[in-house]
């Protein structure tokens, strides 16, 4: 695929814009008297990755953006991939991007809440942010500002590059009845939504996406969450566990990110810095709508083939979720100076993302379930 079909065949008005500055390359081109554009000064950068090669939507959207990044650029910064263990462990993209092992990391925030309690709030924090309004806030609402800031003190630049959506709520073995039932329970939950497990008697862990299936298999864990059910599908769960619970409390909108050696970024050309930030802008919209595409599909292949039981949240697990996530949530005011920082800031736009979406999303789909499926 050449560069101009590659941009002509991606319809925003981004990659429409990254095309113009591309126009106008300083030192990537020359025209000469004899002939074409002669390219000089190519980079090669390794992505390195906390998904499993080829994995549907995670590993598969890290590939489309090195892909994106080497089209829009026309090979002068050719981006190559590296799935998790063939480089790295798969939590150990911070750590490689940040130490200059690799250029570039395809990763969630969340994994890395050990470096700052902030970074959770760029991924999925329980009773968050939606899709989309994690985008909003990040892009618009002075999150990608303190991003950054974060990220620098590791020698990192992070962009935001994709969303899943709303999570599912998890795999279990057992039918859950009661809060009681969680009392012992060993579940696979990163972040914050693991320290809300804590506190209603679970024994949380972060596990690696790879890992989990072995995990529940062998019986170390008893529960796990992972994403939804086209991601769900492809890991098999259903084999194994066969109660699937929502909603997902923990996850309402989880966050992607390329993170960058902060050092190499810079070096960069200006044109070359606008293709990879325009490349990561136009995967986070690519990502979130293949996930949207595919869910419901997985979702019924699981019912009618796997025999898999949709479950809710008995009443009595859903409040004591949100109890303890309000206490989680509180206890960051006396955190580090910039996990209060971003959790104020963060905190502020979801008071008022609340108020709209009463009016705007949430009216709206209370009113098409309430004519088009009265009934359930």
Request: glycine share 12%; aromatic share 12%.
């Amino acid at each position: 695929m050449n560069r101009r079909d590659f941009i002509a065949g991606t319809a925003t008005g981004l990659v429409v814009g990254a095309a113009g500055t591309y126009a106008a390359l300083k030192g990537g081109k020359q025209q000469t008297a004899s002939g074409p554009a002669v390219v000089k000064n190519k980079l090669e950068w390794r992505m390195v990755t906390s998904w499993p090669d080829k994995f549907p939507g995670l590993g598969t959207s890290a590939d489309r953006l090195a892909a994106r990044i080497t089209a829009m650029s026309d090979g002068r910064l050719t981006v190559k991939v590296f799935a998790a263990g063939t480089m790295v462990p798969p939590l150990g993209v911070f750590d490689a991007v940040s130490q200059g092992s690799a250029e570039m990391g395809h990763t969630s925030a969340y994994y890395y809440q050990g470096k700052s309690k902030a970074f959770n709030f760029f991924s999925a924090v329980p009773f968050g942010l939606t899709a989309n309004e994690l985008s909003a806030w990040i892009h618009y609402g002075g999150g990608q500002q303190l991003w950054d800031e974060g990220y620098a003190k590791f020698g990192l630049k992070p962009f935001y590059c994709g969303n899943t959506g709303v999570q599912m709520g998890g795999w279990f073995r057992k039918e859950l009845k009661s809060l009681e039932d969680f009392k012992g329970l060993k579940m696979r939950m990163p972040g914050l939504g693991g320290e809300v497990l804590r506190r209603i008697g679970a024994t949380a862990e972060n596990t690696a996406g790879g890992e989990i299936f072995a995990a529940l298999s062998s019986g170390r864990i008893d529960a796990t969450e992972w994403v939804g059910p086209w991601n769900d599908l492809a890991f098999g769960f259903y084999k194994i566990a066969k109660n699937y619970y929502w909603p997902g409390f923990h996850e309402p909108g989880t966050g992607f990110e390329c993170s960058i050696n902060k050092a190499k970024f810079d070096a960069l050309p200006k044109d070359l810095q606008d293709i990879v930030a325009t490349a990561c802008r136009a995967e986070a919209e690519a990502m979130l709508s293949e996930f949207n595409r595919h869910n419901g599909d997985a979702l019924k292949v699981l019912i009618e083939q796997h025999g898999v039981q949709l479950r809710r949240f008995p009443d009595d697990v859903m409040t004591a979720f949100a109890k303890a996530s309000n206490e989680v949530l509180a206890e960051l005011e006396s955190a580090d100076d910039l996990t209060k920082r971003t959790y104020q800031s963060f905190k502020k736009f979801r008071e008022e993302a609340i108020s709209w979406a009463k009016l705007s999303e949430q009216g709206y789909l209370d009113m098409r379930q309430r004519t088009l499926r009265p009934n359930g």
